[in-house]
């Protein structure tokens, strides 16, 4: 079990910078929840991907989901923001709410969802535009014209998201210009600006080096205090380090959701076990 | 060194010596690609013989006097007046024709890549499957139909039916039975195949992450389809406009059709004008007695025709590579 004590000493680094960063320990956290799924089915064509999927996802904290590749993990995610709308021949069963809300009811506005419950790629996206109007691009979309407001909100999200200091003198070059970790916070500065409540992350450090992934991590860990983050991730680690709470796929099933200190010392599910002390995926 | 020692016996039999020797293989092999050669070389040759004739009529003859031996550059350039065929003082300004083939092209290209563009944006972020399978052929047979048709379309149903109607009857504005206005609109429709198909092909390059953080910013598909993918797919688009142009200056038979052979500086698209590719086909008819001025001059129009469609060319290539975003 030498793995398990690997990650018990994971969760104990990890609480010491918490009381550091923290005034509020996470074991007294209420736990409100955002958004609840209950019963979600998903189908690419005929192919079901997910499997009568429940869960809820608490405030103003940090939900990872982990798993095998293939194991549903990144489609549910798009689900909470209707990423798969735009996908041909995708179909969902279910409910998904956002603060109590169906967000695949009939009259929901797909456009608003999407401005609360922003979302970060795997691979950077940055637009071929300068570094100022990549993280301006959804406040003008959104309808701001004042160049001070806009001016203001994209300073604030950069130091959000940690990257003013690197950019700020060079607000007008190309944002293909950045390194890719500085690519990626840019993209979450990009995402911060259009002031989600909810933040989807897919893999956001898994193209990125060893300094820049904690350099992402430790931003997950500031931006939580603000936001609900829910982020998938390959690395067990990761989820181990950032996250409040852990969520096992397997096959397109929610094997086994918890809080992540205890999914990854006290896992109650067979399957998680053996995934989390690497006997398979 | 354990495999030599393991297995003594040599299964495919070496050649002794490393020195080429001739086979029938190695021969077949050279004679392709001997033929291959030759045929890329045909092209190359061709340009050559082209741009060697029009130098040797237009700039320098070796055998007798070339068009600018006799006639003056700056007369050729800014002359406002192209009288090729006056029987005592005959004048070669090209500005007449430059003007006619730019307001064309230009009438053409107002019409043409707004349409060509919104059309490739259509077909690549709009248009269902079913819908491009449909729209694209039918594009394709646009870029079909011979030039001379479009030329008698302006000629026998753009001018009389629409135009006239329109700007004449109701407007009271004069329009010529030949008018650049009609050769511009049929260029127009002419050059939609052109830039639609490119710049589809460039907006469709864009990778599909790009579109994502997009919607996932909350945009429509209308800010998603202006405001990232054509901004990202510019170069293809500015190069498709580019080699479009180009296309609507070398274009003839249609603009010879429809505007008619007046060389007339103006800018009015109701009148006639003469394009330099309309007076190429003039002088080419046949009644032009070989090695005279008018002869002549036909090089130097031919000439200065390649010099601009060739800096297009050149152009839209350099377009391509300063403003292509690369994603890997």
Redesign the interface.
Known sequence: MTIMQSFSELMHQRQQRETVKRSRPVETETDVSKLEVSNLNFFYGEKQALFDVSMTVPERSVTAFIGPSGCGKSTFLRTL?R?ND?IEGTRLTGKVTLEGQDIYADDVDV??L??RV??V?Q?S?P???SIFENVA??PK??GQRNQKELQGIVEQSLKRAALWEEVKDRMQDSA?ALSGGQQQRL?IA??LA?NPDVLLMDEPASALDPASTARIEDLIFELKQNYTIVIVTHNMQQAARISDWTAFFFQGYLIEKDRTQKLFTTPKKKQTEDYITGRFG | MSVAQTSPSILVKQPNSLTRRFSWTRAREQVIRLALFLCGALSLLTTAGIIVVLFNEAIYSFSGTAFFQTVSITDFLFDTVWAPQHPDKPRFGILPLLCGTFVIAGLGGVIGLPIGLASAIYLSEYAKPKMRRIVKPTLEILAGIPTVVYGYFALVFVTPYVLRPIFQTCLGINVDIFNALSAGIVVGVMIIPTVCSLSEDALRAVPRGLREAGYALGSTKYDVSLKVVVPAALSGILASFLLAIARAIGETMAVTIAAGQQPRLTLNPFRGMETMTAYIVNISLGDTEAGSMEYKSLYAVALSLFVITLSMNVLAQWVLKRFREVYE
Request: glycine residues 8%.
């Open positions: 923001n990423m735009i456009v608003a999407r401005k922003g979302m790629f691979k996206t637009f071929p535009k691009y959804g979309i959104a293909l993209c990009r995402a259009t």
